[in-house]
């Protein structure tokens, strides 16, 4: 495989809009608004989040920045199972 399929910062936006995509079809309800919120918020945050893991001050700071990302994709993929059940 090249590099490219490795870009991690490509592979955060395509996870990003397909959480977006799926956000839009959830039902308007005040269930599905709650979770389309939490879910916006934490699917969407890790690509920024990135961001600014590469414009760390330190190792130390990259570290943590990184571990913040880790952190929201970890809260997304449990939103995500909820909504697979709920669904």
Known sequence: MDAKDYNLEDRLLAYAAMIIRL???LPNTRT???????LLRSGTSPLPNHG?????ESPRDF???LQ???KELRESRRWLLLIKEYL
């Open 32 to 38: 599905g608004n709650h979770i389309a919120g939490q």
């Open 63 to 65: 570290i943590h920045k």
């Open 52 to 56: 600014e893991a590469q414009a760390a």
């Open 23 to 25: 956000i839009e079809r």
């Open 68 to 70: 913040v990302c880790l």
